[in-house]
């Protein structure tokens, strides 16, 4: 591990200050310090940005939800206006790591956590997304793991997180803080395809910090509790805490036995959150039924760009969209409140 300096920030203004392309903010640390020992990322600084006040979740005029980027996987999981009006968060964030990295790891930690390709996480490998230009050792290795959807001739990483699934199925916007002020990205803007520069993976710029995440208003809300449900399932290679295979998070609003309104995104299968768009239009104003469910897997995994080792990924994502539109279903039935199982 190469040395680096370490500081406090005591504002946001005077964090984005310090904010260049040799410094990395760093705030529960569970991905930063793991990528540091393995000299992955090799900055010339940290800043300490714990001491921000960036820890609380309002609820917006609008009825958004505004939530802090140092609020902690765990206190978002748990905080009662998500459990009431965003479960699929809730769930999204409980299926993710272990119960020690989520009361350390944070909502903007989380945004920018890296990819878990293990080429990339090994200096030896060549990997476009760590050095540009190197070569992508995945494409011809062992790609298991590796990406389906949205994945280019450069890189076929995938975007590991969980919670972002279940940020692209609700809908939110990112503030970003910088030198020239404050500015707001789409959720579904932020995180790029990896195309000839796998390096560049969001739209952040290296003065910026992220400061909040605001949810769209809930589904719930605009509509009776008894008609909206969602779901998320992960799929994994085992229980107790692993990255996903692939994963599905639903949302939907039922008038009568048709669909009214969906939203529906995957995550273990693409290299960044993946919207299934023409899979929900596929979905309104059918009957909310396995038939449905299984043409709707169909469509968003047409695109599916299977490798070597890692072509069963497209039956199990199918089987994972079934499945949580399914129970979405079961929960819009049962009132909104799901209490199947979210992860297998
Ligand atoms: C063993 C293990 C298993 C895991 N399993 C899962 C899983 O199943 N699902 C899942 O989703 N995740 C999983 N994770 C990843 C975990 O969720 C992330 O490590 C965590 O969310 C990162 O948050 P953090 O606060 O610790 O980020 P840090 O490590 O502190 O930072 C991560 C990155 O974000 C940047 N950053 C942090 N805050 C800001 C900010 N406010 N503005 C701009 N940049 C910022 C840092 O500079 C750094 O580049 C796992 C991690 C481990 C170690």
Redesign the pocket.
């Given at each position: 591990m190469r040395a680096f300096d370490f500081s406090r920030a005591e504002s946001v203004g005077s964090a984005a200050q310090h904010g260049n392309a040799e410094t990395?903010?760093?705030?529960?640390?569970?991905?930063?310090?793991?990528l540091v020992k393995l000299n992955v990322m090799r900055p010339a600084a940290v800043v300490d940005?714990n001491a921000l006040p960036l820890k609380t979740v309002e609820r917006l005029a609008d009825g958004r939800l505004r939530i802090g980027?140092l609020v902690t996987?765990t206190d978002l999981a748990h905080h009662p206006e998500v459990t009431r009006d965003y479960p699929l968060l809730s769930q999204a964030l409980l299926a993710?790591?272990s119960t020690q990295?989520r009361n350390?790891?944070?909502t903007?930690?989380?945004l920018?956590?890296r990819t878990r390709c293990p080429y990339f996480r090994d200096v030896g490998s060549a990997c476009n997304k760590r050095q540009p230009g190197s070569g992508c050792d995945a494409r011809d290795g062992i790609n298991r793991m590796h990406a389906l959807l949205g994945g280019s001739a450069d890189c076929i990483a995938v975007h590991?997180?969980?919670?972002c699934v279940a940020l692209a199925a609700i809908g939110a916007t990112l503030t970003l803080e910088g030198p020239a002020g404050e500015r707001e990205v789409a959720f579904a803007d932020f995180h790029r395809l990896p195309g000839d520069t796998p390096h560049i993976e969001h739209d952040?710029a290296a003065d910026e910090?992220?400061t909040a995440l605001t949810l769209d208003v809930p589904l719930t809300l605009d509509a009776s509790l008894a008609t909206a449900g969602s779901h998320y399932l992960k799929l994994r290679d085992r229980a107790s805490?692993?990255?996903a295979l692939a994963s599905a998070a639903a949302q939907l609003k039922l008038d009568g036995g048709r669909i009214h309104e969906v939203r529906l995104a995957l995550g273990g299968v693409a290299t960044k959150p993946w919207r299934a768009s023409e899979a929900e239009a596929a979905l309104v104003g059918q009957p909310a039924e396995l038939a449905s469910f299984e043409r709707a897997a169909e469509i968003a995994l047409r695109d599916a760009r299977p490798l070597a080792h890692n072509a069963f990924k497209v039956d199990l994502a199918k089987q994972a969209i079934v499945r949580a539109l399914r129970d979405a279903t079961r929960a819009a039935r049962q009132g909104g409140t799901d209490t199947q199982e979210s992860q297998a």
């Open positions: 990395a903010f760093v705030a529960g640390g569970t991905t930063l310090l793991d940005i980027a996987n993710g790591a990295l350390m790891a944070t903007a930690g989380n920018m956590q590991p997180s969980d919670m952040l910090l992220i805490y692993e990255f």
